[in-house]
């Protein structure tokens, strides 16, 4: 059997959550802030980094963290020798601690000085923080060596394509601030959320700019369909997946995107699968608002949420899910929880209550994602 490490994003709650949906909980053998071990025996690292939104890297142990065992495993590759080291360590990752670094940086130069000394061309690849970004492993192409709780060495086999995600998310012909900016690693995340095969019908009422579309086309959904009440937010979608399929060759897919209010859906669609979507958050806040314009503000989304709710209860068959994003007013805990109440009392139960939020330090509002479930 072997361990296979995940080092976590920015939101380490919901890349777990991820990990479990896709793989199993019970396959996980412990977790940090940081980085989620599991144990398997068969494990495809390029297929796994492409299937997850939430994993910037994927490893695996190969024994205890010392210079003998690294020196020869760098030896068994061919041609010039190109690595680096991340210390996931608790106390060496939290702060950028700079003699941790140091302390890194010594033992990489001593590595190369006794792989240089057998005749092999090498280089050390360093960084001003304890880890390597995805970004310097890839420009670099180096091999990364991680290491995690009591002196564990794991050697990294795959890291987040970050080139990738960038062109789906900036390099679309169409993107609107109003529409919703979902990004694309969010978007995928919830999809794997859902647990939905790929064989399943996927469909996003609030499609906006059509990312959430697109993201489960990269995963292979073979049919998604997506609507909107704005009519430029369709146009965007239509440009966007076209540009998609162009880009990334996506083929073999059955696409329906139409213009509709969410609480009409049933005229156009029945029989879908899973839900999957994030509808409009709100006028964006800017923190001068009066907490009593934010409150009114809320409780309008609410009206918005629930009537999205008694729409797609329509066309849901028993059992299906609805993975939704909901808006995070700060200081409006009682009202966020009156939401979820209202959306159940339409004929769903939210089946994952546990607070799964995506938000960057400077959002006024964060993202909670919530998975319910058709009674």
Known sequence: MKKIIFILGNNPQLSVAEISAVFGHEDILEQTDQYAVLQTENFD????MRRLGGVIKTAEVIGKF???LLVKDLLAKEGKIIFG????????????????RAELEKIGLSIKKTLKESGRPVRFVVSKEPVLSSVVISKNKCQEYIIIGK????KTCAVQDFVDYGKRDFGRPSRDAYSGMIPPKLAKIMINLSKAGTNRVLYDPFCGSGTILQEALMLGFKEVVGSDISEKAISDTKKNIGWLKEKFNVENSKIKIFHSDVREISRHIQNVDVIVTEPYLGPALRGREHAREIERTAMELRKLYVAAFVGVAKILKKGAKVVFVLPQFKGLEKINSETVRKIESCGFLCIRPKNLTYSRPTQL???KISLFEKK
């Open 365 to 367: 509002v964060a993202r």
């Open 66 to 68: 010392e210079k003998g």
């Open 151 to 154: 002196n564990t060495l794991c």
């Open 45 to 48: 690292h390029e297929k796994s």
């Open 85 to 100: 080291l991340s210390d996931y360590r608790e106390a060496g990752n939290k702060g950028g601690r700079k003699e941790g």
